[in-house]
């Protein structure tokens, strides 16, 4: 791992020292964000970004790897052992998790462990990358803003921005050539669970919503300070400028993050502008 500056570095080798420490424990995310003294809210993004994988990932992999360790070291150690020890609810559960993340079977593993493997497996990602950024410290203004929640699958997002489309065409408020657009995401993708997932998406508004059926309603942005880093390329890669932010800039920052999910500006219009060329700036609210 690269150097973190002290109070972040002590928190997260605290939470490390702790999943270490009670893998046979309770290691939920509400659990751990208390040991490192953040809200359940921004932990699952910071820890990713530190430690390269969602936390219920890490989890899983440390488990694995003292299961796998210790399959390797005593014949008297079952699977079944390996199972309970590893928190999964049946030998077949930790089987298929045990083949997914090593290639083979765990008995085959004890009989002739696969170590390249292994070392593969927990290799942390997100580390082996330097990313610089242009990080700028603004003042946003509270906007006031129509918003039509998507509310399941990420993959399924792109229906609820058609529908939102047809809400600003048909009822001819927050038109996109002179009003802004905003996507407020209320959970991270890569780790809440699909059906879970909440999105609003947001034109700017200068009078009230009127009576519609698209579920489209009103809310306020808050304003407030901000960090702003702007990516360009497609919006959905926008995870590659996001995780850098919380990874490599927040904790050199002296900076703490407002209990506001981020948002995202969208200065580009799709599909006129192709998605390489698209512009986006990502506001994280800062107190």
């Given at each position: 791992m690269p150097?973190?500056?002290?109070?972040?570095?002590k928190r997260f080798d605290a939470v490390l020292a702790y999943i270490d420490d009670y893998l046979e424990g309770d290691l939920?995310?509400?659990?751990?964000?208390?040991?490192?003294?953040?809200?359940?809210?921004?932990?699952?993004?910071?820890?990713?970004?530190?430690?390269?994988?969602?936390?219920?990932r890490y989890v899983q992999l440390m488990?694995?790897?003292?299961?796998?360790?210790?399959?390797?070291?005593?014949?008297?150690?079952?699977?079944?052992?390996?199972?309970?020890?590893?928190?999964?609810d049946s030998p077949e559960a930790f089987s298929r998790a045990f083949r997914?993340?090593?290639g083979m079977a765990p008995s085959a593993f004890r009989q002739a462990p696969?170590?390249?493997?292994?070392?593969?497996?927990?290799?942390?990602?997100h580390f082996s990358r330097s990313i610089s950024m242009q990080v700028r410290i603004v003042d946003f203004a509270e906007v006031r803003v129509a918003a039509l929640d998507h509310c399941g699958p990420p993959a399924q997002l792109d229906e609820s921005v058609r529908r939102f489309i047809q809400w600003r065409k048909s009822s001819g408020q927050s038109?996109?050539?002179?009003?802004?657009?905003?996507?407020?995401?209320?959970?991270?993708?890569?780790?809440?669970?699909?059906?879970?997932?909440?999105?609003?998406?947001?034109?700017?508004?200068?009078?009230?919503?009127?009576?519609?059926?698209?579920?489209?309603?009103?809310?306020?942005?808050?304003?407030?300070?901000?960090?702003?880093?702007?990516?360009?390329?497609?919006?959905?890669?926008?995870?590659?400028?996001?995780?850098?932010?919380?990874r490599d800039w927040l904790p050199g920052s002296n900076e703490e993050l407002r209990d506001h999910p981020l948002f995202f500006h969208y200065l580009s219009v799709f599909?006129?502008?192709?998605?390489?060329?698209c512009q986006t700036d990502i506001y994280v609210p800062l107190q």
């Open positions: 150097e973190i500056p002290t109070a972040y570095g939920s995310l509400k659990t751990l964000s208390e040991v490192a003294h953040f809200s359940a809210f921004h932990f699952h993004r910071q820890f990713t970004a530190h430690v390269g994988v969602p936390v219920a488990r694995l790897r003292r299961a796998a360790h210790r399959l390797a070291s005593g014949a008297e150690y079952s699977v079944l052992d390996a199972s309970l020890d590893a928190a999964f997914r993340d090593f696969n170590w390249q493997t292994w070392h593969a497996v927990f290799a942390i990602p038109p996109v050539g002179t009003q802004r657009t905003f996507g407020i995401p209320y959970g991270n993708p890569d780790t809440t669970p699909a059906e879970e997932f909440r999105f609003a998406i947001c034109g700017e508004l200068d009078g009230a919503v009127l009576p519609n059926d698209y579920g489209v309603r009103e809310m306020i942005i808050p304003g407030g300070r901000c960090a702003v880093v702007r990516h360009i390329g497609s919006p959905d890669h926008i995870g590659e400028s996001i995780y850098p932010i919380y599909p006129e502008t192709p998605p390489e060329a």
